[in-house]
């Protein structure tokens, strides 16, 4: 018989804000049935290690500080509530697995799964590992599936944008009424062509359209507005436009009104950049190796006279050297 009394046991907890572990005892009750376990099996419980992140990929911080500690021999085995709890990855399975091979780790012991130090024990550990990992693929997959399915019924899958709301009992998006009136109002305001981004948040604000912590909409935010296709009937989803189920709160004519200002305020104009001047890029500087460069100047006489001149100097772009042309 194994014995427990020379050994001693990290106890690990983990508690996900995945919607896979939304049945899954709280870290609470973790640590009670696990304390509880300890007890009743004389188990000597080293440190406990309570994480709350998934097992989805590797690199937890804390199971990566319990392993190294494994390691280091500061103890020789981990009771945790379900193999589940440990990994749901390849990765930690496979160095939990490893280290029972090992030596380095004596046992895991779980209330509800029975494992042991063997070759049987090893087996059905790694079946677990490999029943967790299939779970949260197949989860995944299924995710990804009800989400193709309901962009195909023309339902963004997603948090609905100012002036609608997600209705949680038909889980589609409605209008918002009060709101909506507000932001086709911001549309028709910036059409003017006299508003800027700022002048249409402070609109929202003053109309009770706001951030979650209560702040006004920045300036990048209010642009995502006002060039959002989803107030027309249509949404983005995996980069492919398409045509939603839920009812536009802003006419086309007016929509295309306000990309314009878009456009015409998003790209003023710039003054143009000087032609090249001949001799440019031929012609270096004795004394520090840079290009040369030139420059037009046009001087303007009192009496009229007006005077082109082209100047060339040094770029001085080195600056290990000190140029004095």
């Known amino acids: 018989m194994e014995n427990t009394q020379s050994q001693r046991f990290f106890l690990y907890a983990r508690k996900s804000t995945d919607v896979e572990d939304k049945q899954v005892l709280s870290i609470d009750a973790q640590l009670n049935e696990l304390r509880s376990f300890a007890r009743e099996n004389n188990f000597h419980i080293a440190e406990e290690f309570i994480e709350k992140q998934s097992a989805k990929v590797p690199d937890r911080p804390l199971f990566g500080q319990m392993l190294a500690k494994i390691e280091a021999g500061e103890a020789n085995g981990v009771i945790a509530w379900h193999p589940d709890r440990l990994a749901r990855n390849s990765v930690d399975g496979g160095r939990l697995i490893y280290l029972l091979d090992t030596g380095v780790l004596a046992s895991l012991k779980f209330p509800t799964f029975w494992c042991d130090n063997t070759s049987q ?19 995944s997959e299924n995710t990804k599936r009800g989400l193709r399915q309901k962009v195909r019924l023309g339902i963004f899958p997603g948090r609905a944008p100012e002036g609608y709301m997600n209705d949680v009992r038909t889980k589609t998006i409605v209008v918002h009424k009060k709101n909506a009136q507000t932001i086709r109002s911001a549309f028709e305001l910036y059409t003017q062509g006299d508003q800027r981004l700022e002048d249409i948040s402070n609109f929202l604000a003053q109309s009770g359209i706001v951030t979650s912590s209560g702040k006004r909409i920045c300036k990048s935010k209010v642009a995502f507005i006002l060039s959002n296709t989803f107030y027309v009937g249509l949404f983005k989803y995996a980069g492919e436009l398409h045509e939603g189920s839920h009812e536009p709160i802003i006419p086309k004519p007016l929509f295309d009104q306000v990309q314009a200002v878009l456009r015409q305020r998003g790209r003023p104009e710039r003054k143009a950049k000087n032609n090249p001047l001949p001799l440019c890029g031929l012609i270096s500087c004795t004394t520090c190796s840079m290009m040369i460069t030139g420059e037009h100047k046009i001087k303007r006489q009192k009496n009229g006279n007006e005077h082109q001149y082209w100047y060339y100097r040094c770029t001085k772009k080195n600056k290990a050297i000190r140029c004095t042309e």
Request: glycine share 10%; charged share 15%.
């Open 121 to 139: 024990g090893k087996f059905m550990l790694s079946m677990a590992f490999g029943q967790s990992k299939y779970y949260v693929d197949s989860l």
